[in-house]
């Protein structure tokens, strides 16, 4: 997944100054640029697709009526930090009720690079993201959001620096116990041991 | 260098330290010392340098993951909400107009002498004169009234008040008596007001003062309501 680092700055900001007028126009329009990325967040997070439904449209809730408060840096990092905090909440409705169903991921699907032709290995792929995902989940949140942020939303470890409050050796260490933790789960998945299997003719990226 | 520093200078780092920096090197995060400590190691250890392949497998994986698109019932929900305007400017402004006018309320009925021990020095003047003055005794509830009613409402201070109300007994007197040829010619005239005023009366008496502290008042109540309501309903929204 490319980096969603690089939005024209420029024109973002001229929309978050007219939102912060309360124009509603611009307002639709950050939300139309930052609802994937805030979306995937709290998918990642929260392993549900409904539970991430709701936690994102109170995450761009919240950013709305936040706006008056958002005094200038990198607005995804502001944006997603509110995000964060709404799957956070979520987490905590949960845990004073039963779990529903974390075993459906209906969301596993094949990103466009990675299709094949062959439909067994569609399936294959379908069914290693959902593990990876579930081993996700198994993640301490703090762990997992940092990982979340760091390798699925691409973001630097300054930008996690800001959406989670914490400075960057925070970052540095809490990234390190999640990535190891997830990679000890991963491994024990019989099923994702291609993952770890050295390919000799492809190099793997630095 | 200091003597420990020199016996431990040429220890090679354990694979206990160099571990927790693999994932920061992955990622190029680490200080030039610690980067040539990890080379280093890393040259020379087969199960470090499985540990960073193992790392970097994984985050491999995490970029695969496919980006999942918003689901179109929830892009709907996104656009079609509009979320209540931020009532951050005006709920503030309420709260502090419903404060303002509070407080100035407060103090119009300071002013006022609403405050003051005005009703206990009247009420001695009542009991102290009637005794005192026996012969026309309907009239004689009545005098104190007028009389020390407008002059107590003339002064601002409370304190000269109990001067003329409390020592009513001898001074009461004294003030009254030459009052009292009077009486009969002034008691048909201010018959109507009641022997003494209690408290919630005087506040039923017109007065400019009175009035706007009673505007004050419900300003301050109003817009404390309205600043309740609206903020109330932003969160609900």
């Not at chain 2, 007994?169 to 040829?181: D, K, Y």
């Not at chain 2, 002034?186 to 400019?208: D, I, K, N, Q, Y």
Request: charged residues 20%; aromatic residues 4%; hydrophobic residues 45%.
């Amino acid at each position: 997944m490319e980096s969603q680092g690089d939005p024209v700055e420029a024109p973002e900001s001229a929309l978050v100054a007219a939102a912060r007028q309360g124009e509603a126009a611009a307002f639709s329009a950050l939300v139309a640029r930052y609802q994937t990325p805030v979306y995937n967040l709290a998918y990642r997070m929260l392993g549900d697709p409904d539970e991430a439904a709701d936690a994102t449209q109170e995450a761009f809730l919240r950013a709305y009526q936040a706006l008056g408060q958002y005094r200038g840096g990198p607005f995804r990092a502001w944006l997603l930090r509110i995000a964060a905090n709404a799957c956070y909440d979520s987490l905590r409705r949960r845990q004073r009720r039963p779990t529903a169903s974390l075993d459906r991921l209906p969301h596993e699907q094949v990103a466009g690079a990675q299709v094949s032709p062959d439909p067994e290995e569609v399936v294959l792929q379908r069914e290693h993201q959902a593990l990876i995902q579930r081993c996700l989940l198994a993640l301490p949140p703090d762990q997992r959001l940092v990982v979340v942020l760091a390798d699925i939303q691409g973001l630097s470890y300054e930008e996690i620096a800001v959406v989670t409050r914490s400075p960057l050796g925070t970052v540095r260490s809490r990234l390190s116990r999640g990535r190891a933790r997830l990679r000890d789960l991963l491994r024990a998945q019989p099923e994702l041991s291609p993952l770890f299997q050295r390919p000799k003719d492809r190099s793997l990226p630095p | 260098m200091t003597w420990w520093r020199r016996l431990f200078r040429d220890r090679s780092p354990t694979c206990a330290e160099i571990r927790p920096l693999l994932s920061a090197f992955l990622d190029d995060q680490v200080t030039p010392a610690e980067r040539a400590r990890v080379t280093a190691h890393l040259t020379g250890c087969p199960r470090c340098q499985e540990d960073l392949a193992t790392l970097r497998a994984t985050v491999t994986a995490l970029r695969a993951l496919p980006t999942i698109p918003v689901p179109p019932a929830l892009a709907r929900r996104l656009a079609q909400t509009r979320p209540a305007p931020p009532a951050r400017p005006l709920v503030p402004a309420l709260q502090r107009a419903s404060l303002a006018t509070a407080a100035l309320t407060v103090l119009l009925l300071l002013a006022n002498g609403l405050l003051s021990p005005g009703p206990a020095a009247t009420d001695l003047a009542r009991p102290a004169a009637a005794p005192a003055l026996p012969a026309p005794a309907p009239a004689r509830p009545v005098e104190p009234g007028p009389e020390v009613a407008p002059a107590a409402r003339a002064l601002t201070a409370p304190t000269p008040r109990p001067a003329v109300g409390a020592p009513a007994a001898p001074a009461g007197e004294q003030s009254l008596s030459p009052a009292r040829p009077a009486d009969t010619q002034t008691v048909p005239a201010p018959a109507p007001p009641p022997a003494e005023p209690a408290w919630p009366e005087r506040l039923l008496r017109p007065s400019p003062l009175r009035t706007l502290a009673l505007v004050a008042l419900l300003t301050s109540l109003l817009s404390g309501a309205a600043g309740l309501l609206l903020g109330r309903r932003r969160s609900a929204g």
